[in-house]
């Protein structure tokens, strides 16, 4: 909130915490690397969105939470690491990072949510824990570039969408712990050869 921005503490880089140093709440939109201090429990909504520059990040094992939107079209980070103390990832959290080519998403997480990563257009590999039960709306559409995914057994939900215009993807097992596929799940899988329910 503007009250939050009022009382935040900036460090050298312009980056703004609030007061206890535990929620990094802003950074500079011209940021380039960054290294998260460790004080860190939650990346608010909005933190890094739109930083078009930042190429290299280090979360640490401080973090918990990663808020809606937090690196949103953040277009030039090509790599991250989650690490395994964040238990959700927000709606849209890393939507349109398009240079994004690879990503492990730890045991800690539960969920990942609505359009967590949409638009990530470069990515490849994806693995995901056997700790996710839950896989948001739209949260991998428009992820052309995704060739393999295994879906783990903990999953108990795929959101409306979630996979569209995968155009890459060639097989898939949706896990017996699966209760329900949303609407146009696989809308646009155009690689798809083999599919197992």
Wanted: aromatic content about 10%.
């Amino acid at each position: 909130t503007d009250e939050d921005l009022a009382e935040a503490y900036t460090d050298e880089y312009g980056v703004k915490f609030s007061p206890d140093r535990k929620r990094l709440l802003w950074v500079p939109r011209d940021l380039v690397s960054y290294t998260i201090p460790n004080t860190v429990t939650v990346i608010c909504d909005e933190a890094f969105y739109w930083c078009q520059y930042i190429t290299s990040l280090t979360i640490p094992n401080s973090v918990t939470t990663i808020g809606d939107r937090a690196f949103q079209d953040c277009r030039s980070l090509t790599s991250l690491t989650i690490p395994n103390s964040v238990t959700a990832i927000g709606d849209w959290a890393f939507g349109g990072c398009s240079s994004l080519t690879s990503l492990t998403i730890p045991n800690s997480v539960s969920s990942i949510g609505d359009e967590a990563f949409y638009d990530c257009s470069s990515l490849s590999s994806l693995t995901i824990s056997d700790s996710v039960t839950s896989i948001g709306g739209r949260a991998f559409e428009n992820c052309y570039s995704l060739t393999s995914l295994m879906i783990p057994n903990s999953v108990t939900s795929i959101g409306y969408r979630a996979f569209e215009n995968c155009s890459s993807l060639t097989s898939l097992t949706i896990p017996d712990s699966v209760t329900s596929i949303e609407d146009r799940t696989f809308v646009g899988c155009s690689s798809l050869t083999s599919l197992t329910i």
